[in-house]
């Protein structure tokens, strides 16, 4: 109201002005208060750019990738946000995001159910057992996601690879519905093939996590290589090879390594060395050091032979009867060459 009277008044010492040739218009000072010098506001330090910050429905997402895949770096923050809300106050994204963050996921580990698609559904979602995603077999396009990626789904158990243990913390569990083997009467195990459509939906979903979470081909591994004394999922017949030709995902060998590496002895020399306290040492700390959870001992016991066993599954399954030889070692040494622990 005074700021409407002052306006008023001036109006009219204008008008006042246009009819009369002497006016004087006097201004009253106005009083200002002297704000402290400690009392100063600081300005703030500028914000980082919120181009990637946007809200739906409520939901605050992050979109900007702030990682750098040329190191390896998954230091990044793409995603629905989480934040705290607590009572009175006002959590802001003025500082979001810091760059010192990654993503929890950090493998893809590949699963089959081991029971037809009913069963799978009721277990997977009923019981003290999940996983993140569950693929069919029905044909359709369909894939079932059973877990929040961003929640650990209990699909690993006791599992280990290189330096991590307990992987459901840090993984994405895909389980695949199949069957998975029965046993003849000789005692071996005669696997389920897996359905050509399902295949592309395994493919297809595995290459969006792994480019989302910038995964490692070295992260991408089965359930028989995390845990290879308790389980052996998804088994020979699942086409790793063709994972990795035609969709680059996960690990191979490059077959001019390992053929160089099978020139290095002569049959005659590796069947003389194979079952010597030395040459199984190697073997079993090599297969330590390209990841998987077994100690060398020298010796075979069906501990460790299902280790060669799980390797074979996934890279030999050929032959995967836990037995090296010329081939498997081949193999190995080539892997090794390829994907060196960092």
């Given at each position: 109201?005074?700021?409407a009277?002052?306006?008023?008044?001036?109006?009219?010492?204008?008008?006042?002005?246009?009819?009369?040739k002497?006016?004087t218009?006097?201004?009253?000072?106005?009083?200002?208060?002297?704000?402290?010098k400690?009392?100063?506001?600081?300005?703030?330090?500028?914000?980082?750019?919120?181009?990637?910050?946007?809200?739906s429905?409520?939901v605050?997402?992050?979109?900007?990738?702030?990682?750098?895949?040329?190191?390896?770096d998954?230091?990044?923050?793409?995603?629905?946000i989480?934040?705290?809300?607590?009572?009175?106050?006002?959590?802001?994204?003025?500082?979001?995001?810091?760059?010192?963050?990654?993503?929890?996921?950090?493998?893809v580990?590949?699963h089959?159910?081991?029971?037809?698609e009913?069963?799978?559904?009721?277990?997977?979602?009923?019981?003290?057992?999940?996983?993140?995603?569950?693929?069919?077999?029905?044909?359709?396009?369909?894939?079932?996601?059973?877990?929040?990626?961003?929640?650990?789904?209990?699909?690993?158990?006791?599992?280990?690879?290189?330096?991590?243990?307990?992987?459901?913390?840090?993984?994405?569990?895909?389980?695949?519905?199949?069957?998975?083997?029965?046993?003849?009467?000789?005692?071996?195990?005669?696997?389920?093939?897996?359905?050509?459509?399902q295949?592309?939906?395994?493919a297809?979903?595995?290459?969006d996590?792994?480019?989302?979470?910038?995964?490692?081909?070295?992260?991408?591994?089965?359930?028989?290589?995390?845990?290879?004394?308790?389980?052996?999922d998804?088994?020979?017949?699942?086409?790793?090879?063709?994972?990795?030709?035609?969709?680059?995902i996960?690990?191979?060998?490059?077959?001019?390594t390992?053929?160089?590496?099978?020139?290095?002895?002569t049959?005659?020399?590796?069947?003389?060395?194979?079952?010597?306290?030395?040459?199984?040492?190697?073997?079993q700390?090599m297969?330590?050091?390209?990841?998987?959870?077994?100690?060398?001992?020298?010796?075979?016991?069906?501990?460790?032979?299902?280790?060669?066993?799980?390797?074979?599954?996934?890279?030999r399954?050929?032959?995967a009867?836990?037995?090296?030889?010329?081939?498997?070692?081949?193999?190995?040494?080539?892997?090794i060459?390829?994907?060196?622990q960092?």
């Amino acid at each position: 109201m005074t700021k409407a009277l002052y306006i008023m008044g001036l109006s009219t010492l204008i008008v006042s002005c246009t009819s009369q040739k002497r006016t004087t218009v006097r201004k009253t000072p106005v009083k200002t208060t002297a704000v402290p010098k400690s009392q100063t506001p600081k300005p703030a330090p500028a914000a980082p750019a919120k181009s990637g910050l946007t809200v739906s429905h409520g939901v605050e997402f992050y979109t900007q990738n702030i990682g750098d895949i040329t190191k390896n770096d998954n230091t990044m923050s793409h995603g629905s946000i989480v934040s705290a809300r607590p009572a009175g106050y006002n959590v802001v994204k003025t500082y979001f995001p810091a760059v010192a963050q990654n993503f929890r996921q950090k493998y893809v580990i590949l699963h089959y159910t081991a029971l037809d698609e009913e069963k799978s559904k009721t277990v997977l979602t009923q019981q003290a057992v999940s996983s993140h995603y569950l693929v069919n077999a029905t044909g359709d396009n369909e894939i079932y996601q059973l877990v929040d990626e961003n929640k650990r789904a209990y699909h690993a158990g006791i599992s280990a690879w290189r330096k991590d243990k307990n992987l459901n913390d840090t993984s994405i569990g895909i389980e695949i519905v199949n069957t998975g083997f029965t046993t003849d009467a000789s005692g071996t195990r005669v696997f389920v093939p897996y359905d050509e459509v399902q295949l592309k939906k395994v493919a297809a979903l595995a290459k969006d996590i792994v480019n989302r979470y910038q995964i490692p081909p070295t992260n991408v591994l089965g359930h028989s290589d995390v845990a290879p004394t308790r389980k052996q999922d998804p088994g020979p017949l699942f086409p790793w090879k063709r994972l990795y030709d035609e969709y680059q995902i996960g690990m191979w060998y490059d077959d001019a390594t390992m053929m160089s590496y099978m020139t290095t002895t002569t049959p005659e020399a590796f069947m003389a060395a194979q079952n010597s306290s030395s040459f199984i040492m190697q073997v079993q700390a090599m297969l330590q050091q390209f990841g998987y959870d077994i100690t060398p001992t020298g010796t075979w016991n069906s501990e460790n032979r299902k280790v060669v066993e799980a390797f074979q599954y996934h890279f030999r399954p050929q032959k995967a009867d836990g037995t090296v030889d010329m081939e498997t070692w081949a193999i190995l040494q080539a892997l090794i060459q390829k994907y060196p622990q960092k």
